[in-house]
């Protein structure tokens, strides 16, 4: 018997961080000291009284069950109060707060609940890729915002084609940017409820990195804008915050009727998340906020040593604001995969090449800023010997 796959998966694209991928692996085989600039994934420990707090109610057998699939309301009340505290803005906990098992997956089942086949889905390009994955999934077709410099990485409305934007249903956002590093104001965000309003489609914010910001800077959410409730909703994660990403923590926040279809697609394929992790959940909301702050203060000492490091060697690289990634040009005569590849095989350094997350990341690279300074400064020693060469 032979098996295929659906025509669903034949979609996915080629996976571009495969040859960096089995390099990798191959180098490291072989005995060498990679040094891994390119997941983004906290190398820093879940604050204990967040693990105390898991402890405790993992013992308890009413947590064994199957949970609610639209969260403990004691969770949904902690979003609302960390949400009105951080941004000012007001949540009905019932209605407009929806946990969800990881930020991830809530972005990889809204268009399941929004998007009828041949619809259009704008996707910030370079960007995470699941937009685009779920956009296929649900039988949509993702139409590329390029993110540009000259813009500050920021969706440029006026270039979307009018025939696209009459056939959207959804526009996914995401800043603080991955990978770009970008972040968006109020006036940016404004703009966006305005467009939506006149085309009447639905605004997704992935808002995943607004806790992790340097120099005093502090994100704005989407929903701190007038009229946004009424486009969008919100995504937000525990991962980043609170080093919680094996968890699976996250939640969606904003339109009621759009998060009540959600919930409708999710009782369907999930039973909501273990009760002694949404616990765990609703201590990090409630009393996590210095864990953040440190949390930004380690990478922006990262990131400072990193950028000026680099730029001390040559390199013109500009420092972010916010989330725990660099994102830099391509020194000339190199494509990104070409960079990525020669950091690898002459410096056992794994940055991630910009092309990966879309046709616009071409010409840039990312590193992560979830290595200790040790490593960093090992990183910059090991780029100071190519340059030599
Ligand atoms: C890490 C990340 C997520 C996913 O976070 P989870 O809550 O762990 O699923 C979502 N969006 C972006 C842009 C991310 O970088």
């Given at each position: 018997m032979?098996?295929?796959?659906s025509?669903?998966?034949?979609?996915l694209?080629?996976?571009?961080?495969?040859?960096i991928?089995?390099?990798?692996?191959q180098?490291i085989?072989?005995?060498?000291?990679?040094?891994?600039?390119g997941?983004?994934?906290?190398?820093?420990?879940?604050?204990?009284?967040?693990i105390?707090?898991?402890?405790?109610?993992?013992?308890?057998?009413?947590n064994?069950?199957?949970?609610l699939d639209?969260?403990?309301?004691?969770?949904r009340?902690?979003i609302?109060?960390w949400?009105?505290?951080?941004?000012g803005v007001r949540?009905?906990?019932?209605?407009?707060?929806?946990?969800?098992?990881g930020?991830?997956e809530?972005?990889?089942?809204?268009?399941?609940?929004?998007?009828?086949?041949?619809?259009?889905?704008?996707?910030?390009?370079?960007?995470?890729?699941v937009?685009?994955?779920?956009t296929?999934?649900?039988?949509?077709?993702?139409?590329?915002?390029?993110?540009?410099?000259?813009?500050?990485?920021?969706?440029?409305?006026?270039?979307?084609?009018?025939?696209?934007?009459?056939?959207?249903?959804l526009?996914?956002?995401?800043?603080?940017n991955n990978p770009?590093?970008?972040?968006?104001?109020?006036?940016?965000?404004t703009?966006?409820?305005k467009?939506?309003r006149?085309?009447?489609f639905?605004?997704c914010h992935d808002?995943?990195?607004?806790?992790?910001?340097f120099?005093?800077?502090?994100?704005?959410?989407?929903?701190?804008v007038?009229?946004?409730?009424?486009?969008?909703?919100?995504?937000?994660?525990l991962?980043k915050?609170?080093n919680?990403?094996?968890?699976?923590?996250g939640?969606?926040?904003?339109?009621?009727?759009?998060?009540?279809?959600?919930g409708?697609?999710?009782s369907?394929?999930?039973?909501?998340?273990?009760?002694?992790?949404?616990?765990?959940?609703?201590?990090a909301l409630?009393?996590g906020?210095?864990?953040?702050g440190?949390?930004?203060k380690i990478?922006?000492g990262r990131?400072d040593l990193?950028?000026?490091?680099?730029?001390?060697?040559?390199?013109?690289?500009?420092?972010?604001?916010?989330?725990?990634?660099?994102w830099?040009?391509?020194?000339?005569?190199?494509?990104?995969?070409?960079?990525?590849?020669?950091?690898?095989?002459?410096?056992?350094?794994?940055?991630?090449?910009?092309?990966?997350?879309?046709?616009n990341?071409?010409g840039y690279?990312?590193?992560s800023?979830?290595?200790?300074?040790q490593?960093?400064?090992?990183?910059?020693?090991?780029i100071?010997?190519l340059?030599?060469?």
């Amino acid at each position: 018997m032979s098996i295929n796959p659906s025509e669903r998966l034949k979609k996915l694209p080629p996976y571009l961080f495969a040859e960096i991928d089995r390099l990798k692996r191959q180098l490291i085989a072989q005995g060498r000291d990679v040094i891994d600039l390119g997941v983004g994934d906290p190398d820093l420990p879940t604050p204990p009284f967040i693990i105390e707090a898991l402890n405790e109610a993992a013992q308890k057998p009413e947590n064994h069950r199957y949970a609610l699939d639209q969260g403990m309301p004691e969770l949904r009340c902690a979003i609302a109060a960390w949400y009105e505290e951080r941004f000012g803005v007001r949540l009905d906990p019932e209605r407009e707060v929806l946990p969800l098992i990881g930020s991830k997956e809530g972005i990889g089942h809204i268009p399941l609940a929004l998007v009828n086949p041949g619809d259009v889905v704008l996707v910030p390009d370079p960007g995470y890729p699941v937009y685009k994955s779920a956009t296929w999934f649900a039988g949509g077709e993702p139409y590329l915002l390029p993110l540009l410099e000259e813009n500050n990485f920021l969706v440029d409305f006026n270039s979307i084609d009018e025939s696209a934007l009459e056939r959207a249903k959804l526009l996914f956002l995401n800043y603080p940017n991955n990978p770009t590093a970008a972040t968006a104001g109020k006036d940016f965000f404004t703009t966006t409820v305005k467009m939506a309003r006149e085309y009447g489609f639905v605004v997704c914010h992935d808002a995943a990195y607004t806790e992790i910001a340097f120099d005093g800077f502090s994100p704005s959410s989407f929903l701190e804008v007038d009229g946004a409730k009424e486009v969008g909703i919100e995504f937000h994660s525990l991962s980043k915050t609170f080093n919680m990403t094996g968890w699976r923590i996250g939640f969606a926040c904003g339109n009621a009727k759009v998060l009540e279809l959600l919930g409708k697609i999710k009782s369907n394929l999930d039973s909501g998340i273990f009760q002694a992790i949404q616990r765990a959940g609703i201590k990090a909301l409630s009393s996590g906020r210095e864990e953040a702050g440190k949390n930004s203060k380690i990478y922006e000492g990262r990131r400072d040593l990193l950028v000026d490091g680099l730029n001390s060697l040559g390199w013109k690289v500009s420092k972010p604001k916010a989330t725990f990634y660099v994102w830099a040009p391509v020194p000339p005569g190199y494509t990104s995969q070409e960079l990525a590849t020669r950091l690898l095989k002459e410096a056992n350094l794994v940055v991630t090449p910009g092309n990966g997350f879309g046709p616009n990341g071409e010409g840039y690279f990312r590193m992560s800023l979830t290595l200790n300074d040790q490593r960093i400064e090992e990183a910059l020693k090991r780029i100071k010997q190519l340059h030599s060469r």
